[in-house]
Antibody, heavy 115, light 107 residues
């Protein structure tokens, strides 16, 4: 499978953003789709995952409420929506496939929150 | 949550050196431990999964060992393309967590 993410976003505080992750090369409903955040100059933080078969999401602590994982299986695409954006949401967001280890990764989407 | 602690946070090494990075889990995770390499401006890629299994396409100079709480990533002979940041990650139970990373720099 290959994962291709949407392009960079520049948003104002309080706005929302929706990042897409399109899968190709394999049956979309056969795997787990994870989301990983990397703040500027920082390490990797697992945000949670969504079951591409059932659509059931699991969120890590700290990523509940404003963060929503969703799917559109008709176009083999996963989404990460973040609402009420804050400056500290500025980061690279990666989608990545896998249950016990993560492979392959999308190329990352930079979300910048600035007034 | 299970905490993952890597050491060192950074190291300087020369081409040809043997490099060892360690990762310690705050509780036993059996062999549910993975290693990733990230180069600047690029997405991470998996090197080792399940503590010691080499991902397809990864050079054999990379190896992993350990079980329980203590794990090691070894690069037997450092090559120019290996200068990068390395992360461990457990997949024992949710939430999966990463170590803070080890930056391998040129001496």
């Amino acid at each position: 499978v290959q994962l291709v993410q949407s392009g960079s976003e520049l948003k104002k505080p309080g706005a929302s953003v929706k990042v897409s992750c399109k899968a190709s090369g394999s049956t979309f409903s056969n795997y787990a789709m994870n989301w990983v955040r990397q703040a500027p100059g920082q390490g990797l933080e697992w945000m949670g995952w969504i079951n591409t078969n059932t659509g059931n999401p699991t969120y890590a602590q700290g990523f509940t409420g404003r963060f929503v994982f969703s799917l559109d299986t008709s176009v083999s695409t996963a989404y990460l929506q973040i609402s009420s954006l804050k400056a500290e949401d500025t980061a690279l967001y990666y989608c990545v496939s896998g249950t016990n280890w993560f492979d392959p990764w999308g190329q990352g989407t930079l979300v910048t929150v600035s007034s | 949550d299970i905490q993952m602690t890597q050491s060192p946070s950074s190291l300087s090494a020369s081409v040809g050196d043997r490099v060892t990075i360690t990762c310690r889990a705050s509780q036993s995770i059996s062999t549910y431990l993975n290693w990733y390499q990230q180069k600047p401006g690029k997405a991470p890629k998996v090197l080792i999964y399940a503590a010691s299994s080499l991902q397809t396409g990864v050079p054999s100079r990379f190896s992993g060992s350990g079980s329980g709480t203590d794990f090691t990533l070894t690069i037997s002979s450092l090559q120019p393309e290996d200068f990068a940041t390395y992360y461990c990650q457990h997949s024992y139970l949710y939430p999966y967590t990463f170590g803070q990373g080890t930056k391998v720099e040129i001496k």
